[in-house]
């Protein structure tokens, strides 16, 4: 059972717009720290997508942002395309455990 | 940015210990911590611990307390994941990754190793 919550799996068809939600709780999303995104492609490792509130790294396409409200935050595709089919995670920092936390991850599929 | 190698996969008995190393490159080592994070066959990301190898000592994931201790060594620029008593479910690819701000474990990890295969199996 991870920290942060994110639905299994999502699809969409390319051009489309999707969304993935990270719910949280006070003590990680709600306690005001950042949440992050990464975007894992089968036997490679995680790529940073977006870091704190709704940065890029240099080479992340403008389709790829985030945002954050409350205990949750979401990370929004527009634009779909067959490449973005891979899985998504979140990442914030926790108090109570006092260390990183990731979401469960999401598997995109693009139809 | 920068760069992380990790030593090749292992595989282990159960009962046993693995130890997986991490080589920067190419960046500052001693002021950022070095988290271990893993992914067990069809399971997600899950931080194990870490260390800022300035401080010397490593931060662990509750889960992994009693059973994980990282290293760092500066004049190598490695760090280094040892897991005891291994069992069957700690099967998986095990990740080095660096944080992006110094000095916390707060933070978003701006650079990855390539990833080690761990196999525990009698």
């Known amino acids: 059972q991870s920290v942060l919550t994110q639905p299994p799996s999502l699809s969409g068809a390319p051009g489309q717009t999707i969304t993935i939600s990270c719910t949280g709780s006070s003590s990680n999303i709600g306690a005001d720290y950042d949440v992050h995104w990464y975007q894992l492609l089968p036997g490679t490792a995680p790529k940073l997508l977006i870091y704190e509130k709704n940065n890029r790294p240099s080479g992340v396409p403008d389709r790829f942002s985030g945002s954050k409200s409350g205990t949750s935050a979401s990370l929004a595709i527009t634009g779909l395309q067959a490449e973005d089919e891979a899985e998504y995670y979140c990442q914030s920092y926790d108090s109570s455990l006092s260390g990183s936390v990731f979401g469960g991850g999401t598997k995109l599929t693009v139809l | 940015q920068v760069q992380l190698v990790q030593s090749g996969a292992e595989v282990k008995k159960p009962g046993s210990s693995v130890k997986v190393s991490c080589k920067a490159s190419g960046g500052t080592f001693k002021s950022y911590a070095i988290s271990w994070v893993r992914q067990a066959p069809g399971q997600g990301l899950e931080w194990m611990g870490g260390?800022?190898?300035?401080?010397?000592?490593?931060k662990y994931a509750q889960k992994f307390q009693d059973r994980l201790t990282i290293t760092a060594d500066e004049s190598t620029l490695t760090a280094y994941m040892e897991l005891s008593s291994l069992r069957s479910d700690d099967t998986g690819v095990y990740y080095c990754?660096?944080?992006?701000?110094?000095?916390?474990?707060?933070?978003?990890?701006?650079?990855w190793g390539q990833g080690t295969l761990v196999t525990v199996s009698s």
């Open positions: 990754a660096r944080a992006k701000v110094a000095y916390t474990y707060l933070g978003w990890f701006d650079s």
């Open positions: 260390i800022i190898p300035l401080s010397g000592t490593g």
